[in-house]
C-alpha cells in the first residue's frame, strides 16, 4: 500500500487499491484529493472492460458455434436417415419396375388394344360364312359371339324345337394371333361328337338327332390369346346324307371362302 501526503495537513493518507477509487479523503482534515495515479487507474479500467468484452464476446462466439455445430449434427442424422430411405425405397421401385416392365410392354404394345376389344376378331369372316349358310336354309342358333380368349371358350346349344331337326354347325374365326383353332362338341353326358381341324377358322357339324342341350368348345392353339368369334347354326339336313351320320366335309367350303376374302 502506497501512501501520499495530503495538500492540506500533509498527512499520509492511504492510496486506495481499488481501481474504482478516482478520489480519496483525508482522514484528518476531510480534504478530498483525487488518486495521483488517476489516468494510469482509467486506462487500467479501460483495458478491464474492454478484455470483459473481449472474453464476453468469445463466450458468445463459442457458445454459437457450439448450437451450429448441433444444429449440423441434426441435420447430417436427419439427411442420413433420408437418404438411407430413398436409397431403399429408389431400389424397391426399381426391382418393381424391372419385374412390370416386360408385362406391360407386352400388355400395352401387343395385346392391350385386343383385350379393349379393337383388331380382328375373325368376326367379318364369320359373317360371310353364316351369310352363304343362311342362304341354304340355316338360321343361327347361337349368336355370333366375338370375345378375347386365354383359353378354351365353351358354350351351350339350346336343344332344337319341334320340326327344326337338322345338323348342328359351330363356326368359330380368330384374330390375327388364332391360328389352330380347334371345335369340340360334346352331348348332353359330355361325351365328344366330333371335333373339327385346326384351323384359323374351324367349323364341327353333327347331324346325329339330339335330345337335349349341346356344348361345343372352342380349344385355342397353345399359348395362344386374343380375340375370336364364335357361332352355331341348325341347318337343314341334304337330302344324299339321309340317315347317314356326320359328313366331314365341314372345313371344306370355309378355305376356298377365307382365301377369297383375303387376297
Ligand atoms: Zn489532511
Not at 320340326?163 to 384374330?175: D, N
Not at 353333327?206 to 349341346?214: I, R
Not at 399359348?223 to 347354326?233: I, W
Request: proline residues 6%; aromatic residues 4%.
Amino acid at each position: 500500500m502506497s501512501l501520499v501526503r495530503c495538500n492540506e495537513c500533509h498527512a499520509s493518507i492511504p492510496v486506495p487499491d481499488s481501481l474504482q477509487a478516482r478520489t480519496m479523503k483525508c482522514s484528518y482534515c476531510g480534504a478530498v484529493v483525487s488518486v495521483p495515479d488517476l489516468a494510469e487507474r482509467e486506462a487500467a479500467m479501460l483495458e478491464r472492460r474492454r478484455l470483459e468484452v473481449y472474453e464476453r464476446d468469445l463466450a458468445i462466439a463459442a457458445a454459437h458455434r457450439r448450437d451450429e455445430a448441433a444444429r449440423e449434427a441434426a441435420r447430417d442424422h436427419r439427411e442420413h436417415k433420408e437418404r438411407r430411405s430413398s436409397t431403399r425405397w429408389g431400389r424397391v421401385f426399381t426391382l418393381t419396375s424391372m419385374l412390370l416392365a416386360p408385362v406391360i410392354v407386352s400388355i400395352t404394345v401387343f395385346d392391350l388394344p385386343a383385350r379393349l376389344g379393337f383388331g380382328d376378331a375373325g368376326q367379318d369372316r364369320l359373317k360371310i360364312v353364316a351369310a352363304q349358310l343362311a342362304e341354304r336354309g340355316c338360321h343361327v342358333v347361337v349368336p355370333a359371339a366375338s370375345l378375347y380368349a386365354t383359353g378354351t371358350v365353351s358354350q351351350l346349344v339350346p336343344p332344337a324345337a319341334a320340326g327344326q331337326a337338322g345338323c348342328l354347325r359351330v363356326l368359330a374365326a380368330g384374330g390375327p394371333s388364332h391360328t389352330a383353332l380347334t371345335v369340340r362338341l360334346f352331348d348332353l353326358d359330355s361325351k365328344a361328337i366330333t371335333k373339327s381341324e385346326s384351323s384359323s377358322d374351324p367349323q364341327a357339324e353333327t347331324c346325329v338327332s339330339q335330345e337335349g342341350s349341346l356344348r361345343y368348345e372352342v380349344v385355342l392353339g397353345v399359348a395362344a390369346k386374343g380375340r375370336l368369334t364364335h357361332m352355331a347354326v341348325r341347318c337343314p339336313q341334304a337330302p344324299a346324307a339321309e340317315g347317314a351320320s356326320a359328313p366331314p366335309a365341314p372345313s371344306a367350303p370355309s378355305a376356298p371362302e377365307r382365301r377369297g376374302k383375303k387376297r
